[in-house]
């Protein structure tokens, strides 16, 4: 997960939390980041219709979902892209199950485990106070 994600994730909890618009400004201050990536986290979650962007002086960024109705894993896969991109673990190299890695049924079990929990943990499930 990238640093962008791990701000998305936090983003929409802030978001959701807030009821109504807020501030790029307002959001960096939250996030601990800078108002000139704010865009860059919350392009992904604009894109797939979760937060709605509001430009000008009076405008911001507000949450269009229920954060019960995103998961942690959809909010990844939108800013990092699909988490099984097939890559080994131990090699560089794209790892099938005709060529197995050394860790290849361990990894595939662990990978399954995690992909699960985060797509069963909505974001409501994300306390925003253990985010900061």
Request: proline fraction near 5%; charge should be neutral; aromatic fraction near 4%.
């Amino acid at each position: 997960m990238t640093r962008r994600a791990e701000l998305a994730i936090r983003a929409l909890a802030v978001l959701g939390d807030a009821g109504g618009r807020t501030k790029a400004s307002v959001l960096a201050d939250e996030l601990d980041t800078t108002v000139a990536f704010v865009p860059q986290v919350l392009q992904p979650l604009v894109r797939a219709g979760w937060v709605a962007s509001e430009p000008g002086p009076t405008g911001g960024y507000r949450c269009l979902v229920g954060l019960d109705e995103v998961s942690v894993l959809e909010v990844i896969e939108a800013v990092d892209g699909a988490t099984d991109v097939g890559r080994c673990v131990a090699a560089d190299r794209p790892c099938r199950a005709a060529e197995p890695c050394v860790l290849h049924t361990a990894w595939g079990r662990a990978r399954s485990e995690l992909v699960g929990a985060l797509r069963a943990t909505p974001m409501s499930g994300v306390s925003r106070r253990a985010l900061t």
